[in-house]
T-cell receptor, first 116, second 109 residues
Framework: DAGVIQSPRHEVTEMGQEVTLRCKPI?????LFWYRQTMMRGLELLIY????????DSGMPEDRFSAKMPNASFSTLKIQPSEPRDSAVYFC??????????????FGPGTRLTVT | GESVGLHLPTLSVQEGDNSIINCAYS??????FIWYKQESGKGPQFIID?????DKRQGQRVTVLLNKTVKHLSLQIAATQPGDSAVYFC????????FGQGTRLTINP
């Protein structure tokens, strides 16, 4: 199994630039999650999709952040414009969810974003 | 809102000893809990899970205990090895997983 695939693994950009992070979930999984991890705030859920539909985006910090899932095998997280405080590791995770809730999630290797 | 947290941010144990990592949660509606292990430079990795209708579940060298009365769960690692060094997260589920802050486990030789 390839697992969850994220790209790029590292991204360094200047403040004000657009950043796009990509994720390919595990085939057959119907839920996809975007997390952000920092030393100060730990692991935070930004948004999650079920069957390609955004279910909960309450964790998205502000309008500069947007996420899409055009099909079951691909999702993007975009930050426009980026700011230094967006520097973090961004994880994508996928799972097979049922109607009663979300269970074991499989995480990708993460994208380390540095905004200068 | 719901919260899941850990009692100690760091834990240091001697190689070969047993480790106990604790976690508290606030949402009584959580019906499922997971422990994740995160090694440096990697994403969290599933260790073991437990449903709310259970008090204990055992895996290979790991045991999770759930006390619903005091909303507390723990992860016990038997005969701790250097490869167990990582940050350990508990997560509880209602409609989505809520992660705690993590405990960094360090193994002393």
């Amino acid at each position: 199994d390839a697992g969850v695939i994220q790209s790029p693994r590292h991204e360094v950009t200047e403040m004000g630039q657009e950043v796009t992070l990509r994720c390919k979930p595990i085939s057959g999984h119907n839920s996809l999650f975007w997390y952000r991890q920092t030393m100060m705030r730990g692991l935070e859920l930004l948004i999650y999709f079920n069957n390609n539909v955004p279910i909960d985006d309450s964790g998205m910090p502000e309008d500069r952040f947007s996420a899409k899932m055009p099909n079951a095998s691909f999702s993007t997280l975009k930050i426009q414009p980026s700011e230094p405080r967006d520097s973090a590791v961004y994880f994508c995770a996928s799972s097979q969810s049922t109607g009663t809730g979300t269970y074991e999630q499989y995480f990708g290797p993460g994208t380390r974003l540095t905004v200068t | 809102g719901e919260s899941v947290g850990l009692h100690l941010p760091t834990l240091s144990v001697q190689e070969g000893d047993n480790s106990i990592i604790n976690c508290a949660y606030s949402n009584s509606a959580s019906d499922y809990f997971i422990w994740y292990k995160q090694e440096s430079g990697k994403g969290p990795q599933f260790i073991i899970d437990i449903r709310s209708n259970m008090d204990k579940r055992q895996g290979q060298r790991v045991t999770v205990l759930l006390n619903k009365t005091v909303k507390h769960l723990s992860l016990q690692i038997a005969a701790t090895q250097p490869g167990d060094s990582a940050v350990y997260f508990c997560a509880g589920n209602s409609q989505k997983l809520v992660f705690g802050q993590g405990t960094r486990l360090t193994i002393n030789p």
